[in-house]
C-alpha cells in the first residue's frame, strides 16, 4: 500500500514539475498556468510523511537497515529534515557504521548551516562516539552560534574544550555560561572544577584552540 502511494506520489510530482515549468511560456500565451511550486512541494511532503509513517513500522520490527534506507530518501526529497538525519546516523552507529554515521551527520549540518541541533548532533557524535574531542570543540564552537542553541550546546563545548586538552577555554566557556545562565544547572560546579585545574596544573592546557565565541 505504501509503495503505491509513493509512486502514485512521485507520478503527480513529476507532473507538476513538468506543468510547472511550462507556464511561463502558457502565461506568455495568456493561459492561466496549471501548477505551481507550491503544489510540487504539498506532494513532496506528502511523500515525506508516508516514508516517515513507514519508518515507525519498521522500529518496531527492528528492521533498521530498512529505517536507514527510507531515511536517505527522506533527507534527499527534504534535505532541512534534521530529526531524520539524527534518527538515521544514530541507528549506523548502532550497527557499528561510524563511517556513515560521520557522514550522515556532516550532511546534516552542511544542509542545515544555521540550525544549530545539527551541529549538535555531528559534535556530540565526535565527543561520545569517537572521542575525537578537538572536532567536536571546534564543531561545536559554530554550533553554539546558530539558532535554537542553548545552555546544552555550550556546556558540552566547554566539556570539549577540557577533554581536547584547552582548559583555558573550557574555563572562558563555562565563566560566560554562568554570566549568562547564573542558575545553569552544574555550572558553578564545573566553573569551580576546571578553575582549580587551571591553576593547580599549568601542564594541563596541552593545547590551545580557537575560544568561545560571544554569546549572543
Known sequence: MIR???AAALFL????AGTAQAAPHANRAGAAPQSSQAQVNGIVSAIVDDLWAENDEHWHHGDYPRIIA???????????????????AWLMESLGNLNDAEAFYQMGARNNPKDAYASYNLGTFYFHTLKDYKAAALVLRKGVLKKGADINDWKTLAHAYERAGDINSSVKTWKAIKAHWPDGLAVEHNLTRVVSIQKSDAKANRISLPGPPPLP
Open 13 to 16: 510530482v513529476l507532473c507538476a
Open 4 to 6: 503505491s502511494r509513493i
Open 70 to 88: 527510507l531515511d536517505r530518501i527522506i533527507v534527499g526529497a527534504d534535505p532541512k529534515f534534521v530529526e531524520c538525519y539524527a534518527t538515521g
